[in-house]
C-alpha cells in the first residue's frame, strides 16, 4: 500500500500534522515515540493558550488523544531512511519496517548539544543525562551538578533542588543568561551553588559518575564529587538529517535547520518539514508555532496530493 503521506515525529508539529491530515482524508501514518519528543520532557508549560498550566507529558497525552480520535495510524519507531524513486518516498524504520508514500511530513524535532568531553558518553545513562524532569526524581538526596548558563539550565536547576541534596549550577560564562525571574529563584534556593566561569573537562566514575574535573579560570583543575550531571547547554538541528539518501535530502540552512517556504516545503516536491526542524534560526521554536507548522504542512500535503492526481 502506498499512503498518501508518513509523518516522522511525534511532537506537537507530527501529532498537529496528524489531526489536520486525518480531517482532510489523507490515509496516513505517523512514525515517533511521543515520550521522546522535547514537549514531553517539559516540566510546566504556561504560554500554550487553553491551559494556564499544563505539563509537557499531559499536553501530549491530549494531542495524542484528539489525534487518536480520528483514527489515526501511529508506529511508535524511528525512521533511519527515506528515499526517493520514481516520485515515491520509501521510508525504512530501526525494527526494520518498510513503508511507501506519496508525501512526506518531517517533524523530528531538535536534539540536546552535548558537551563532547571524556566520560560524557560513557556514562550517559549512568549519571549523565539531559532530562532533569525524566531523571530528577532518581538524585533525590544527592549531589548533581547542572551544565550551562541558559533557562533550560537554570529552570533544571531549581527543579532539581526540590529533591537533590545540593545542586552545583556551572556556567562556562561570568554570568547566567536566563530570564531574571529564574535568576532570582536561583539566588534564593541554598541548595543552588552557583559556579561561573568554570567549564567541565571530564566526567569520571566507576560504574556510575562519581566526580567531575572543572578548568577553572585560573587554568587549574578542580575536582567535584557528585551523583549526577545534567547536561542543559541547549539545542541543534538533529542529526538525523545525515541519514537522508541523496534523493530525499532536503536543502538546510548554514545553522542545519531545513529550509522551508511559508506552506512548509523543502526543495524536495512532495517533502515537508514543521516544527523546531525547520526554518530559519531565529525562528520562535515553540509548541504553538510547532504546531501551526504541522497543521500547514497536512494542508500543503494534501494539496500536493491532490494536484498529482489531477495531473494523471
Ligand atoms: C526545557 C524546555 C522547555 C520548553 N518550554 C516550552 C514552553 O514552556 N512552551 C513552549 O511553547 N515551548 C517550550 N519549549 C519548546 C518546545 O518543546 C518545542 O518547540 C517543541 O517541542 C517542538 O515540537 P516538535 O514537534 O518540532 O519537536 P519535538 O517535540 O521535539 O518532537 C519530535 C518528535 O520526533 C521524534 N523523532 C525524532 N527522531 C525521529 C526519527 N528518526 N524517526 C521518527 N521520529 C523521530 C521524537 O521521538 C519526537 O516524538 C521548551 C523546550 C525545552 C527543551
Redesign the pocket.
Known amino acids: 500500500m502506498i499512503y498518501d503521506s508518513i509523518i516522522?515525529?511525534?511532537?506537537?508539529?507530527?501529532?498537529s500534522a496528524s489531526i489536520y491530515a486525518s480531517r482532510a482524508g489523507l490515509k496516513h501514518l505517523l512514525?515517533?515515540?511521543?515520550?521522546?519528543?522535547?514537549?514531553?520532557?517539559?516540566f510546566?508549560?504556561?504560554?500554550?493558550p487553553g491551559f494556564k498550566n499544563i505539563s509537557?507529558p499531559e499536553l501530549?497525552q491530549k494531542f495524542s488523544d484528539q489525534a487518536q480520535k480520528y483514527n489515526a495510524e501511529i508506529l511508535s519507531?524511528?525512521?533511519?531512511n527515506i528515499k526517493k524513486e520514481e516520485e515515491i518516498f520509501k521510508i525504512k524504520?530501526?525494527n526494520n519496517k518498510n513503508f511507501e508514500s506519496k508525501t512526506i511530513i518531517l517533524?523530528?524535532?531538535?536534539?540536546?548539544r552535548k558537551l563532547n568531553v571524556p566520560g560524557e558518553q560513557e556514562f550517559n545513562g549512568r549519571g549523565v543525562s539531559y532530562c532533569a524532569?525524566c531523571d530528577g526524581p532518581l538524585y533525590r538526596n544527592k549531589i548533581v551538578a547542572v551544565v550551562g548558563g541558559g533557562?533550560?539550565a537554570l529552570?533544571?536547576a531549581i527543579f532539581l533542588a526540590k529533591q537533590a541534596a545540593k545542586v552545583y549550577l556551572i556556567s562556562i560564562y561570568e554570568q547566567f543568561k536566563g530570564q531574571s525571574v529564574l535568576q532570582e529563584q536561583i539566588q534564593q534556593e541554598k541548595k543552588i551553588i552557583p559556579i561561573v566561569n568554570h567549564s567541565i573537562k571530564e566526567i569520571r566514575g566507576k560504574d556510575m559518575v562519581q566526580e567531575i574535573i572543572l578548568n577553572t579560570p585560573s587554568k587549574e583543575t578542580e575536582i567535584l564529587k557528585l551523583d549526577g550531571v545534567f547536561v542543559?547547554i541547549g539545542?541543534e538541528p538533529?542529526k538525523?538529517l545525515s541519514?537522508f539518501d541523496p534523493s530525499a535530502n532536503p536543502e538546510k540552512n548554514k545553522a542545519g535547520y531545513i529550509q522551508t517556504d511559508y506552506l512548509t516545503r523543502t526543495n524536495i516536491p512532495g517533502l515537508f518539514a514543521?516544527?523546531?526542524?525547520a526554518g530559519e534560526p531565529d525562528k520562535l521554536?515553540?509548541?504553538?508555532?510547532?504546531?501551526a507548522?504541522?497543521s500547514i504542512s497536512a494542508i500543503a500535503a494534501f494539496r500536493f496530493c491532490q494536484k498529482s492526481s489531477d495531473k494523471k
Open positions: 516522522v515525529g511525534a511532537g506537537p508539529a507530527g501529532l512514525i515517533g515515540q511521543m515520550e521522546q519528543g522535547l514537549t514531553a520532557t517539559i510546566s508549560i504556561e504560554n500554550y509537557g501530549m519507531d524511528e525512521v533511519i524504520t530501526k517533524a523530528y524535532g531538535n536534539q540536546r524532569v533557562n533550560s529552570s533544571s542543559e539545542y538533529s538525523n541519514l514543521a516544527g523546531d526542524i521554536r515553540q509548541i504553538i508555532t510547532a504546531s507548522e504541522g
